[in-house]
């Protein structure tokens, strides 16, 4: 059998689903207490457990060929990989948000202040759109920020809503669909081209 595929999975709220994912197609993957790698049950993948924001470091210096990341982290990351796969689980919204009631962004006529964990999409979106804003980056619980007055606007993730209703906020506008991907270092994906579409073939199957 060939080597393993070296693959580095979020540790974060992607985790869970990741790991049941594989086990459902036959790749068992049991980590042993706080150990950070593992190698399936079938000997195809060699897992290492990593901080979502690490990610894509470990793919793009090619430590893990492949990785499972969220779009936000690799446009974040500011480096670019080959997309295999979109997988059919974690997907969210990147919204913009603020207190129920509030104008949005394009409606203000002014600079907009946004606390955000993802200043390169946010920017990106602000500029596209001719709206000058003045970004806060916040590590997280950016919701917390127009609550206590940090910024009156923020963007987040957003998936049920619950934590943006919890705080008293709503969605002002929509930066778009945020999906999981399976991602390849390019030049890993060049040497093994054919081990990876038959890795992607067995992933795509109905479990
Ligand atoms: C994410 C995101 C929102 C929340 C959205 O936070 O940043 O806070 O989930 O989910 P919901 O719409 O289902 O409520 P996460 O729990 O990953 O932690 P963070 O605040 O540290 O980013």
Partial sequence: MSKPHTIAIPK??????????????????????RKLSA?????RLEIYKVKNHDLPAYVHHGIAGLGIVGDDTVTESGHSFTRIL??????????????KGSLTPGQLGGTVTVATSYVRMT??????RGIPVKIIRLGGSVELAPVLGLAPYIVDLVETGSTLAANGLEVVADLGDIKVRLIANPAYFKLHYREIAELADIMMRES
């Fill in 86 to 99: 979109t997988l059919p689980f974690g997907g969210t919204r990147l919204c913009v948000a603020a207190p």
């Fill in 123 to 128: 920017r990106d979106w602000f500029h596209r």
């Fill in 39 to 43: 190698v399936d049950s079938t000997g």
């Fill in 12 to 33: 974060g709220r992607l985790l869970d689903s990741v790991v049941k994912y594989f086990t459902a197609r036959g790749m068992d993957i049991r980590f042993g207490s």
